[in-house]
């Protein structure tokens, strides 16, 4: 059982060409996913495609450039290897008449002991910025 769950509604508006997708940041804090749920709702009949991105990089589908197209339907996939960073992604596009919402969720875990994640600089006691 993953120890938090994260969820995002994602609108993909009307319009929006394949050949031009629109990218949807889907930040969380340094976790290890460990599953990702993605719940289409009724209504698409196909004119909605997208694909999940961690850093960028595209993970789900696997096969790169390819998309997702659905609906009415929950989809699931278990991560045996879980990708911590936090900076996920969805690319989407929408060839329809209407705006469609995808819903989004990742089941995480707390990072494995011994990672490390990249740190924010503080800033100095007496610096000033613009000087």
């Given at each position: 059982m993953a120890r938090e769950v994260y969820s995002f509604p994602v609108t993909i508006p009307a319009g929006t060409l394949e050949s031009a997708p629109l990218t949807f940041n889907l930040t969380t804090p340094p976790r290890a996913v460990v599953e990702i749920d993605v719940r289409i709702p009724p209504g698409p009949r196909g004119l909605v495609g997208f694909a999940i991105s961690a850093a960028g990089a595209q993970v789900l589908p696997t096969n790169l450039g390819e998309w997702f197209i659905g609906d009415n339907e929950p989809l699931s996939w278990p991560l045996k290897s879980p990708i911590d960073s936090g900076a996920w992604q969805l690319t989407g596009w929408n060839t329809g008449q209407y705006d469609h919402t995808l819903y989004v969720v990742f089941q995480v875990?707390?990072?494995?002991?011994?990672?490390?994640?990249?740190?924010?600089?503080?800033?100095?006691?007496g610096l000033t910025q613009g000087g």
């Open positions: 875990d707390l990072p494995a002991e011994g990672v490390v994640t990249r740190a924010q600089p503080l800033p100095l006691p």
